[in-house]
T-cell receptor, first 109, second 112 residues
Framework: DAKTTQPPSMDCAEGRAANLPCNHS???????VYWYRQIHSQGPQYIIH???NNETNEMASLIITEDRKSSTLILPHATLRDTAVYYC??????????FGKGNQVVVIP | SQTIHQWPATLVQPVGSPLSLECTVE??????LYWYRQAAGRGLQLLFY??????ISSEVPQNLSASRPQDRQFILSSKKLLLSDSGFYLCALRTISGNTIYFGEGSWLTVV
């Protein structure tokens, strides 16, 4: 699976859009981009995933660049409950599934 | 829908004692199963994964082992725990299509 790079931490203002970047320059054609978040002492929660096209669901939007080497998770209106560690992973349908250290996002009132 | 059950949720064990954490899944067949560990303030470290009964791939050659005696059962074990084994252990499954990944609620292990 391709490696991902995320900032170790970032702050976001409550009520504003939060844009979380992820670089995955070695992504291959059959690898999906997944986003999860983890609130302290809980299992990771699925947010969204995509292959090529931008995706949107009730939680967030995922913007994937045309060359697929990077993506951005957008939380449209950040709330205090969005404070969490956000993980970006890229993986194909193969077996290994590794996470990085994630991005500690803190939503500030 | 797929569900994952992990137990025990919390465990306090003395150094040198054995360990058995169990993970069972429902609602899917032939999933890939994973064990992760998360030390305090750290990211998720992949420990083991399994693509089928009796098939285990190890990422971390330490004093932990894993077994998959049944399709929907994944067990993490140790014969002698170390202080460094303390952490939050998570089981995850990946459906056969590969597009859905689910996590259990985790097991907190404190080695004293």
């Amino acid at each position: 699976d391709a490696k991902t790079t995320q900032p170790p931490s970032m702050d976001c203002a409550e009520g504003r859009a939060a844009n979380l970047p992820c670089n995955h320059s070695t992504i291959s054609g059959n690898e999906y981009v997944y986003w999860y978040r983890q609130i302290h002492s809980q299992g990771p929660q699925y947010i969204i995933h995509g292959l090529k096209n931008n995706e949107t669901n009730e939680m967030a939007s995922l913007i994937i660049t045309e060359d697929r080497k990077s993506s951005t998770l957008i939380l449209p209106h950040a709330t205090l409950r969005d404070t969490a560690v956000y993980y970006c992973i890229v993986t194909s349908g193969n077996n290994r599934l590794a996470f990085g250290k994630g991005n500690q996002v803190v939503v500030i009132p | 829908s797929q569900t994952i059950h992990q137990w025990p949720a919390t465990l306090v064990q003395p150094v040198g004692s054995p360990l058995s954490l169990e993970c069972t899944v429902e609602g899917t067949s032939n999933p890939n199963l994973y064990w992760y560990r998360q030390a305090a303030g750290r990211g998720l470290q992949l420990l083991f994964y399994s693509v089928g009964i009796g098939q285990i791939s190890s990422e971390v050659p330490q004093n932990l082992s894993a077994s998959r005696p049944q399709d929907r059962q994944f067990i993490l074990s140790s014969k002698k725990l170390l202080l460094s084994d303390s952490g939050f252990y998570l089981c995850a499954l990946r459906t056969i299509s590969g597009n859905t990944i689910y996590f259990g609620e985790g097991s907190w292990l404190t080695v004293v």
